[in-house]
């Protein structure tokens, strides 16, 4: 139907262009002959019309398409009019100027080329207005931001509305229709003209160049995409690289900037020790410190593996640096070697990232968990004390807060024992760090998020409404290196993480920023689905960063607080140090979660299953 509407557009289109030919030249719509003979001419020349354009398919191009490929079928058709126009004549005997086929042609190239836009315009204001489209900018004005737009522009969903480029070159040009601005004007231009999204289409940049510039974007109220090229994604079947994506665009905040002089005054010159040093704290310490330019960095971890990479990583930029860089294989259960690294590189302060913080693993190895967070940092924090050390910082969790989870109760007993020690340190200052979840930590969900919406999903939630505090691993880095600086001995330091995140939505967000949709439970409609797993056990729907708000007191940093806790005394602690150790040496994990249940607030222990009689 649609072709047989404009072939009839065209046919008519073919027949004015005939008729103001006609009346340019001789005043007449037609050529001055009696009815009959006028009208075997147009005849004659109506069906040459209707078989050049049949012939050059014109009725075939879509008609919202308007591009040099429809003028290249145009072309022909006009030169094969004006041909028609003068075989007409021949053909039937009319005499017709000579000067009429060639502005046959001449008008219905004109006549056409504007209808056709026209249309193809009216086509395109249905399609961008007909609903609230998405409206976008795309980043990158190249051939990849062009095929971007061309392809938006036959999108109901989203309407792209200008491009903005690095290029000074390009810049107050026109591209694919649309002005080219500069990227220092993106704030600026987003609030003016409404927009939801920045598409990022520079496909040939390097990652670093890529994470770059969603860094600058990342405090724009706009969402952040990074699109693969179109080659990419008919070549390799590429979905979105949402690991481009930096991890604030997922908190929906811009990230707390923990810059202060403190923490190069704190660590500049000195030597440092992160326990833990290969994990994703651990390792993001290690960098951070690098960069205050200490006199040595010592790094312990148990895993060869992790530390292995991390020294790789930094091997050259300590050399660069002239830092002493030092790799140390241990556990923090063993006092012995803990007492020997210390010695041996002479600590100024020690960073204590090392721990079990799996929830559902350190669930069923309750003797292993207990072990390592809770007489592990007993360990290093009294060899700290018996060497001296300056400062000793905890990092600690949300999770310690009235616990549900064997992971947070040996965190939380782990802050006990050294809220004591603390208590009766003269030299070394004892503090602890404690924040929410991690995002891009190996024990966060967006990694596991990631594989699953990689994979196609489906990706699992615990439960629809179970919220958590989010930080990001600098922010969490800095956090501790500010603790550090800010010490007076037993504090706990939070950061004003504001409000709670949803994990579903998080779900949702990580999803839609791979270019995916969320399925729709009741039509079956979109990309991935979101499947509700339940809690786990030991999972609480929210997490709390205090045991109570009424001590809070103030820092340098305006988003960091101390607070003032109450904690066990010297003799319960170590009749709490004393029951662990003798459950720990029997192995017996009942003994363990029902000593919790004791010393920890807000923690209770399963109901143990009956054994059945032999």
Known sequence: MKHAILFTFDLMTASAALALAF????????????????????????????????????????????????????????????????????????????????????????????????????????????VRASRAIIYGAGRAGMQLAHGLKRSSEMLPVMFVDDDPHVQHTYVSGMMVREPERLADLVQRYRIDRVLIAMPSASPERLKAIV?????????????????????????????????????????????????????????????????????????????????????????????YTLEMELAQLAKDANIDLIARLGSVTDPRRVRSIIGETCPDVILHAAAYKHVPIVEDNEVEGAFTNVLGTRNVALAAI???????????????????????????????????????????KLSMVRFGNVLGSSGSVVPLFRRQIQSGGPVTVTHPEVTRYFMTVPEASRLVLLAGAYSA???????????????????????????????????????????????????????????????????????????EETFLSQIETASLVRELSAMLEGQDKYGIRDLVTRFVDGYKAPVREAVPAS
């Open 489 to 563: 001995g037993g504090d706990v330091f939070v950061l004003d993480m504001g409000k709670p995140k949803r994990i579903f939505d998080i779900a949702r967000r990580m999803i839609e920023m791979s270019g995916q949709t969320v399925r729709d439970p009741d039509t079956g409609k979109g990309d991935i689905e979101i499947q509700i797993v339940g809690l786990r056990p030991g999972e609480k729907l929210y997490e709390e960063l205090l045991i109570g708000a009424d001590n809070l007191l103030k820092t340098p940093h305006p988003l960091i607080l101390r607070a």
């Open 386 to 428: 018996e060497a001296g050390i300056e400062r000793f910082v905890l990092v600690s969790t949300d999770k310690a807060v009235r616990p549900t989870n064997i992971m947070g109760a040996t965190k939380r007993m782990a802050e006990m024992v050294l809220q004591d020690l603390a208590t009766r340190s003269t030299r070394t």
């Open 23 to 130: 009346w340019v030249r001789t005043d007449t719509l037609g050529p001055n002959v009696d009815t009959g003979q006028a009208g075997l001419f147009s005849g004659a020349y109506l069906v040459f019309a209707a078989i050049s354009i049949l012939g050059f398919r014109l009725h075939r191009i879509k008609a919202s398409e308007f591009h040099s490929k429809l003028l290249m079928h145009i072309l022909p058709t006009t030169v094969a009019l004006a041909l028609a126009a003068g075989f007409a004549s021949f053909l039937t005997q009319t005499p017709v100027p000579r000067s009429v086929p060639l502005g046959t042609g001449v008008f219905f190239f004109g006549l056409a080329t504007t209808y056709r836009f026209l249309l193809a315009n009216l086509i395109d204001l249905k399609l961008r207005y007909g």
């Open 215 to 307: 860094a600058n974007l990342s405090s724009l109220d706009a969402e952040i995409q990074v699109m693969p090229s179109f080659v990419d994604l008919i070549l390799q079947g590429r979905k979105k690289d949402i690991s481009l994506v930096p991890a604030e665009q997922l908190l929906g905040r811009s990230q707390v900037d923990l810059e202060h002089p403190h923490i190069t005054k704190t660590y500049a010159g000195r030597s440092v020790m992160v326990t833990g040093a290969g994990g994703s704290i651990g390792s993001e310490l290690c960098r951070q410190i690098l960069k205050c330019a200490p006199d040595r960095l010592v790094m312990f971890d148990q895993s060869e593996f992790a530390l």
